[in-house]
């Protein structure tokens, strides 16, 4: 399985904003991307020998294509899995940019994170990559699988007693998403419907991802 395997918070410094690839450490102060200007440690600047010269102004492509990075590593998906999906959102009817945003949510991956299982997108596929994930009563090890209308996720009975799961479930402040309705005392979670675009809280603007690759 192709993955990216650098430092994240590299990505966040390049897109310059919190992408929360890496858990509680994004709401922390170790987190290199501050919104404290006057912090000597801030590194709210692209990485890289000329970081600072990115800075400036770029053109309508630079800006279009910074968007859809940022749409992609939020997700944690490579390029052709985002083309593919941008191709069957382009086909499928509807508006593309929200298709697009509604299948990277009913990723089962995500559907993992927004249970608050995982402290991040990444700990909730680890989570679905060993087999600690059901749908339906049925282990699904497919972190790209896309949930339906109906189904219902659930952790595995032995895998609730983990540490890192019940220190997520006790100390992450995230609210569930209102597509998404909670059960078994927060162990399982259905899809009531899938997510309209106001159900979906990310800093995307899906609209210039389309027009890049509409180009």
Known sequence: MARYTGPVCRLCRRERTKLFLKGERCYSLKCPVSEAVTDRHSRAYPPGEHGRDRMRQGSEYLTQLREKQKARRIYGILERQFRNLYEEANHAPGITGENLLRMLELRLDNVVFRAGWGASRSQARQF???????????????????????????????????????????????????????????????????????????????QLIVELYSK
Not at 164 to 191: C, K
Not at 194 to 205: A, G, N, T
């Open 128 to 206: 679905v990559r060993h087999g600690h994930v059901l749908i339906n009563g049925k282990r699904v090890t497919i972190p790209s699988y896309r949930v339906r209308k109906g189904e219902t996720v659930t952790l595995k009975d032995a895998s609730r007693t983990m540490f890192a799961v019940r220190r997520n479930m006790d100390t992450l402040d995230r609210q569930q998403p209102a597509w998404l309705e909670s059960g078994d005392g927060g162990f399982a979670v259905s899809v009531l419907n899938p997510p309209l675009r106001e159900q979906i809280d990310e800093p995307v603007q899906e």
